[in-house]
Each structure stands twice: as C-alpha cells, then as structure tokens.
C-alpha cells in the first residue's frame, strides 16, 4: 500500500542519518571553559591564577597558573609569551605539588603539558607559590585595581609592563 507522505520519506531518512552520524560528534566537542585569570604576583613573571580551572577535593586545590613572562622572551628560536603551571595545594598544610608545565608561544599557540607530579613541599614565604595559594585558599584578591581577564592574550598586556616597571598596578 502506497502512503500520500512517501515523498518525504528519503528526506527524511537523510535526515536521521545526518543527525545520527553528527551528534556523537557534537556531544564530544564540550565549548572551553572561559578563563577567570586574576593577578597574584608580579616578580620575574606576572603569575594569574585561573579561578576556572581550580578542582577541590576536600582541602586540596588541583588549577593552573598562567606565568606570563617578559617581552622578548624567547626559548630556542621561538618567543614566548610564558605558560601553564599546573600546581596542586594542600590548603591546610599549606604544601604545593607542582603537576607540569606547558608553554604559550607568541601568538597564543600552546604546546603540551609535560612533567610529572612532584612531591608536596611547603609553601615559600613571599613567592609566587604563596601568593597563589592564598588567592586559591584564602579567597584573597591582590592588585585590586587589575580586573580579573578572560584571555592569555589579556593578561599579557597586563603583565609585561608590570614586569619592567615593577610597578604595583
């Protein structure tokens, strides 16, 4: 027996077919986290913490760190902007772990993150370590007057000048 719709029955087994072969696709391909990168510390580097990345387990701190360097940097041939310093802290005991590293070349493109997790070691007094881990666990927020930003492109602009000036922003 012959339906008045089988004229849109191909269409519409496109249709299923397409959606079929693109979904588990689209499903796989979760939209990036936006960065929340607040200023911790201005030394040799401008260090932001990305309040985006921090995973908590109990008391302790899984994140990363954005160690932007100075202009002109380079590593080999290739500039760098700096990189992700992937750190875990007991908030307690106040100890850090240091998990990696990845670079950021000149223009964003980001290599691996390579490295093991070390040990847990305390926390230096007065160091970029220490001044994540209070942003981290203490909820503080330093440099005021710099707005949290939502780019590794952002934070270099900050960052750069407040190196060779060692000016507090």
Do not use: Y
Not at 100 to 120: H, K, L, N
Not at 138 to 145: C, E, H, Q, T
Request: hydrophobic content about 45%.
């Amino acid at each position: 027996m012959k339906s008045r719709l089988d004229h849109l029955r191909a269409p519409r087994n496109a249709l299923l077919a397409l959606s079929l072969w693109t979904t588990p696709a689209l499903a796989r391909a979760p939209l990036p986290a936006p960065l929340e990168l607040r200023l911790a510390d201005v030394g040799r580097f401008a260090v932001f913490v990305d309040l985006g990345s921090v995973q908590w387990t109990g008391r302790t701190a899984k994140l990363r760190v954005l160690q932007v360097t100075e202009g002109g940097f380079k590593a080999g041939a290739e500039e760098f902007w700096g990189g992700w310093r992937h750190e875990v802290i007991d908030c307690d005991a106040r100890t850090i772990a240091h998990a990696g590293f990845g670079g950021i070349r000149a223009g964003g493109r980001e290599g691996p993150v390579t490295g093991d997790q070390r040990p847990f070691a305390p926390l230096p007094a007065g160091g970029a370590d220490e001044a994540v881990a209070k942003v981290v666990c203490d909820g503080w927020k330093p440099f005021a007057k710099v707005a949290v930003v939502e780019s590794v492109e952002e934070a270099v602009k900050i960052g750069r000048p407040l190196i060779e000036t060692g000016a507090e922003p």
